[in-house]
């Protein structure tokens, strides 16, 4: 039995326990959000969500005010945040995600799977399998088993967010892809089998079915009693069969297995899984987002060239959706290694800071709130941030504010860009350690003047730590 170190939960090795046989679907819990309400205004007020640039002092939540801009950024001093058992207005109680006592998760990560061992006879002639399963992912091994030359295979996989069956008895592939996507988070249930040349595939029972055929030449599949693997790939195993042009190895896939059967027999935890890794307990109470744990981040580009990254520029627009139970948390940030340019966007004691510095002139512009743990009232808010040309805007939940910045030309940054915090090591330009959200963040747009990018938690160039992509906890 082989042990492999985890991302999320404890290394599980090889278990002895008896067969998971429930296939009824579990209900997610709920979790009560004992929110300690901060106060809200009327609607007159609310809509004069007071907004200035730095000046030497932070601004309030009085009149609105616009003070002359300067390159000298004093240093953010914490607030205590009432306890909401104190009676007090404060923030609400955070929500975090209740564990599925039956599912096993495996992560994006290149080396997460689970390993089972199975005698070629499961296989030869004979074949029968079903697996439920839910994802978001658009691409990913289901499973995947093949011989010791990598001829012969079965295989089962997302690809662009439809369901493909494929295998090869040695004379060439047959295949079959759903007609419908099911990267929607579900649970579904897959059962594929062959007899000799022909194969067949159904998505809950009915939705989707589909018989393939290999070439008759030969009828059998060889394995040489090598592993099933189930959710992913060791590193460097050649998935043949499932590869498209531009791979050599297959994702894993971020998904939650809760019920695997091998010709009628339930196996997910049975004695037959030899070796994990990467893998740990599903969440079954998530919505739409992404959850940030506050140690971590999400990242595109890292180590990519200039032309492939998104680049501040003169004109752009950002716009997202957050939701937090804190009143700090660094939400977005993009620099250049080389110059002080820089942009980022920042919640501080419960303002909403926008930082543009194009290495001589900077500027930072407030988004103060109506009541001060309006942000952190554990609801979704819209956010909107615009630079075009001279005017810079701000918009939180449909409340504007607008500043002159015709100072400030393009910002010439393009490095890799961050979402809800940055790696270990990383200082921001204005010489303040990030310090990481906590919440959840979805809807995420970013536009200049070359491109439109709307970040995906699933591509293959972002890097997640601290980070859960499947949803937010409800």
Known sequence: TQSVSTDTATTETATTTEAVTTTEPITPTEVATATGAATTTDAATTSEAATTLRSTEMPSTAAPSTQVITTDIPATTATTTPSP?????????????????????TTRMSNSYMAYNFSQDNFYRRFHLELEFRTFAESGVLFFITDNNFADFMGLEMRDGRIRFAFDCGAGTAEGVTDYVYNDGLFHKVVVGRSDELGFMTVDVTKDFKIVRAPDTFVSVSTDNNLLYIGGTPDNYPARGLLQDDETTRPSVLACFRQLALKGRMVLTGSERTETSYTGQCYSNLGPGASYDGTGYFSLFEGNEVDQAWEAGKDFEIDFEFRTSNDFGLIFYLDRRDLPDHVELELVNGTLEFTFDNGKEAAQLYWVPPSPFYLCDGKWHDVAVRKMGS????????????????????????????????????MKKDGRRAVGFVGCLRNIRLKNSRLTLTPSYWDPSAKLVGVIPEGCAE
């Open 85 to 105: 058992s104190s009676g007090l207005p404060a923030c609400s109680v955070p929500s975090t995600p209740d564990f599925d006592t039956v599912g096993i998760r």
């Open 391 to 426: 005017i810079g805007t701000f918009t939180v939940d449909g409340m504007d504010a607008v500043q002159d910045m015709a100072q400030l030309q393009g910002v010439n940054a393009f490095e890799p860009l961050y979402f809800g915090g940055v790696p270990d090591g990383i």
